[in-house]
């Protein structure tokens, strides 16, 4: 019998797709014989953007790259500013920046998680970790007026000190945020229907993973322990004690699984960088008008998705010359139609949703 | 044994069943904002100097203005807002160093058509040097400013 694959397009408007992402997908039966990941729906020329903005305006569109964890994203960027500028941050000052950088990281992996369930057909799983992420929302907004683009760092530090109501609900948020993980744990990662559909699912070997520079909890879920916070540490990153979690057979289920374990993480550095927290300035002294010396910096973090890095070139004026940001989404997407060959359409599903892609970050 | 997880994550729902309730019916029900929250604009027009500030540090050139000189000193004519190119990033009101600009805790600042979205602070003609008295002008533009009036002042 003669037989002949067919093409079935998926996005760029499917609630699976995380956003405006779009696959061609080449099938036989119901089979992938070949995937064509097509992005740039959400394309808004952040970059070009940011030319004809000066250094602090661009910060406001840093945010709307991941904007899960936005806090993250303004960090990559004012951290390149600062290298080009050789600014000295305050010690107050970072710790404030972990502190918030590790909340919206928790938001955005709430969301990962919260996800990655409804993908796979745990929908109440979705309530529960929106439920909890707005208490991490609440405690942002408190910060820095916002609820997801924050705007909040600064070149030399951040806007505001951290108010008087924060510190109270931010204790109580990580006296309860263990229970909420296991309630993650308990709804999601323990049910056996779950674990059929993402166990040895679109595994990533380590060395491909390597390869294809993917970053972030993609790749640490086939083991490889690769953590800028720990690998180079930037900011405070070396005063903590914490663990990165590591996948062992990186697939579907490693992926979502060390999620969880990276947000009771954050968890532990937001509670050490408490109580290390010392008083003092917020911000550097950096002019009123920022103008680098001519020259080039590259900054990396690692953001909710992995490495994210931010290349500033200046010509010296007020506004940059250039600005080009890595973004982890876009770059772990690179390995996706590979990844995807030879497993059925649902499975398409779980390995993207797997990779945790946000669409502002992948388009930029 | 398998559905020993299953079981676990019924258990989960069931007892959440009988929880806290997490929400609010919104537009019967209002959540307070807390202080710094990003919302309507305020501006006191007696502490605005008209120095345009704002306007340069806005990422957007969401803040138009325009002002004349009487005697001397710098008269704020107009200013007007587009906010439907505002990002909310609060630069703006960070630039301010006569506190003038500021956020309120309005949120609801929806509108059906783009152009309502406006938000007109301040629009009032420039005192006539010296015979006029400069209260009178000022006083209607700041309770303009307070009410916080959008452009057509007409919701829906
Ligand atoms: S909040 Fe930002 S975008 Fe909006 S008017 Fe102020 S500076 Fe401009
Ligand atoms: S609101 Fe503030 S920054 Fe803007 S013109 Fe008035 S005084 Fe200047």
């Known amino acids: 019998m003669k037989t002949q694959t067919y093409y079935l397009n998926l996005g760029p ?16 039966g ?23 903005r000066t250094y602090t305006q661009v910060i406001p569109y840093t945010d709307r790259m991941d904007y899960l964890a936005a806090m993250l994203m303004n960090w990559g960027y004012v951290k390149a500013v600062e290298d080009l500028m050789g600014v000295e941050v305050p010690e107050r000052a970072e710790y404030i920046r972990v502190i918030v950088g590790e909340l919206s990281r928790i938001a955005s992996h709430m969301i990962a998680t919260g996800a990655y369930g409804a993908d796979i057909g745990a929908l109440t ?41 924060f510190y109270p609900a931010v204790k109580k948020f990580l006296a309860e945020l263990p229970g909420m993980c296991d309630e993650y744990d308990g709804l999601i990662t323990g049910n056996e229907i779950f674990q059929a559909r993402t166990k040895h699912v679109g595994i990533i070997p380590p060395e491909v993973g390597i390869n294809y520079s993917l970053s972030g909890p993609t790749l640490r879920g086939s083991g490889v322990n690769y953590d800028l916070r720990k690998v ?53 002294k950096v002019p009123k008008v920022i103008k680098p010396p001519v020259g080039d910096a590259y900054a990396e973090i690692e953001s909710s998705k992995g490495v994210y890095g931010c290349y500033v070139v200046s010509d010296g004026s007020p506004k940059p010359y250039r600005v080009h940001f890595r973004r982890p989404s876009f770059i772990n997407l690179g390995y996706l139609g590979k990844l995807c060959e030879g497993w059925k359409i649902a499975d398409v599903v779980a390995i993207l949703g797997s990779i945790d892609i946000v669409l502002g970050e992948v388009d930029c | ?36 929250f990003h ?16 306007a340069n540090a806005c990422p957007n050139k969401v803040i138009q203005m ?23 990033c609060g630069l703006c009101v960070e630039s301010c160093n006569k506190d003038a600009l500021k956020f309120s805790s309005v949120i609801d600042m929806n509108q059906y058509r783009r152009e309502w979205v406006r938000l007109t602070l301040v629009d009032r003609p420039a005192p006539e040097s010296k015979k006029t008295p400069e209260e009178a002008p000022a006083e209607t533009a700041k309770e303009q400013a307070a009410a916080g009036k959008a452009a057509p002042g007409k919701e829906g």
Not at chain 1, 128 to 154: A, C, K, Q, W
Not at chain 2, 10 to 30: A, C, D, N, S
Request: charge should be neutral; charged fraction near 30%.
């Open chain 1, 125 to 165: 799983a979705f309530t529960y970790t929106f439920r909890d992420r707005e208490y991490v929302l609440d405690l942002l907004e408190m910060v820095s007026g916002s609820r997801m683009t924050f705007s909040y760092f600064r070149v030399g530090g951040v806007a505001e000190d951290l108010p008087e109501e």
């Open chain 2, 66 to 88: 325009e002002k004349q000189k009487v005697d001397n000193k710098q008269y704020l004519t107009k200013y007007v807002m587009r906010i439907e190119y505002c990002l909310f």
């Open chain 1, 232 to 284: 180079r540490p930037y900011s405070v990153y070396d005063r903590f004690d914490f663990d990165v979690p590591l996948g062992k057979n990186g697939d579907c289920f490693d992926r979502f699984r060390i999620r969880i374990e990276e947000m009771r993480q954050s968890g532990r550095i937001i509670q050490q960088a408490l109580e290390q927290m010392p008083d003092g300035p917020i911000q550097a």
């Open chain 1, 13 to 28: 408007q499917h609630p699976s797709t995380h956003g405006v992402f779009r696959i061609i997908l080449e099938l036989d």
């Open chain 2, 1 to 36: 044994m398998f559905g020993q997880g299953l079981l676990k994550g019924l258990e989960i729902t069931w007892g959440r069943m009988l929880g806290k309730k997490q929400t609010v019916k919104y537009p019967f029900e209002k959540i307070e904002m807390f202080p710094r």
């Open chain 2, 39 to 54: 919302g309507r604009f305020q501006l006191d027009v007696d502490k605005c100097i008209a120095c345009g500030l704002c």
């Open chain 1, 30 to 52: 119901e089979t992938v014989v070949k995937a064509t990941p097509v992005p740039g729906y959400l394309h808004r020329g952040i970059e070009k953007l940011a030319e004809a």
